[in-house]
């Protein structure tokens, strides 16, 4: 990785790197009410049960997905007969789930991920989020940075009353309706332009393997971040770092743009 100046710019997806949000769980609950209401005839025709709709296959076949193609690849998976033709059920279903868990609050932000995009705005590098989701905006308007700061003992000139993680970027690229999902580089190509960076200096901060693959198919730097035990994948999508916590992100090192950590 070249040294000498920083990175011009930060990308970042929403679920699984700044936000612990009620996906996987509207997922895998609008499957089930399917499974046991309206698709019970079809059930035994299937590979689907509650179990093995774990974290690793939420994060193997859908994150970082658009909604239709998450979809889709959730009834492939679990060899749901006419897949193609329940796709747009599975996801409105969905859809209907996830915008009552985060009316409700269902989510949290991740405090190491709040910590490390403050950090990095204070060196003076743009940052763009960059989800394929929808709902991401929906949560980032309600997580308050100036409240955490205050929470966290942390002093900074640009937190102002009542910022709010969406407010706090640069860019926002997330549920754009784009040609081409991850792990496309597509949606990151564009958030590089919209940060008047060129994509060779920016780095991506994914939990997803798709994100990953994005991130190095647009020749960035690939930052992925590990909370569902899943270190190994990232590895060996070509992350060039794989942390379980971005607080063991050395961020002096992303202004003489190096991926590396605190140890």
């Known amino acids: 990785m ?55 296959v939420y994060q193997r076949v859908i994150s970082g997905r658009p ?17 193609q033709a329940r796709t747009r059920t599975y996801a409105a279903r ?5 915008v009552h868990l985060i009316e409700a609050s ?4 991740y405090p190491d991920a709040l910590r490390f995009v403050m950090a990095v705005r204070d060196l003076g590098i ?12 929906r949560m980032l308007k309600r997580i308050r940075l100036d409240t955490f700061a205050q929470r966290e003992g942390l002093t900074y000139d640009f937190v102002q009353p009542g910022l709010t993680l969406l407010d706090f970027f ?8 784009l ?19 060129a994509p060779e200096h920016c780095f991506v901060v994914e939990d997803a393997v798709s994100g990953i693959r994005a991130a190095k198919a647009g020749k960035m730097a690939a930052l992925g971040v590990a909370r569902a035990d899943d270190q190994q ?31």
Do not use: C, Y
């Open 2 to 56: 070249p040294t000498g100046g920083g990175f011009d710019g930060a990308i970042l997806d929403v679920d699984g790197v700044l936000v612990d949000s009620p996906h996987e769980r509207a997922w895998k609950d609008a499957l089930r009410e399917l499974m046991e209401g309206d698709w019970a005839d079809i059930r035994e025709r299937t590979t689907w049960s509650e179990e093995p709709f774990t974290p690793q």
């Open 67 to 83: 909604r239709t193609a998450g979809a889709l690849a959730t009834l492939e998976h679990f060899e749901i007969p006419d897949a």
């Open 94 to 98: 969905k859809q209907a789930l996830i």
């Open 106 to 109: 269902q989510f949290t932000a």
């Open 126 to 137: 743009p940052a763009a989020v960059a989800s394929s989701s929808k709902n991401a905006d």
């Open 170 to 177: 640069d860019a926002d690229l997330s549920g754009r309706d």
């Open 179 to 197: 040609a081409r999902g991850k792990p496309d580089p597509e949606i990151f190509l564009i958030a590089a332009a919209e940060l008047k960076a």
């Open 233 to 263: 994948l990232l590895v060996a999508a070509h992350a060039d770092l794989v942390v379980t916590t971005l607080d063991e992100v050395d961020v002096r090192g992303l202004a003489s743009h190096q991926l590396m950590t605190t140890g």
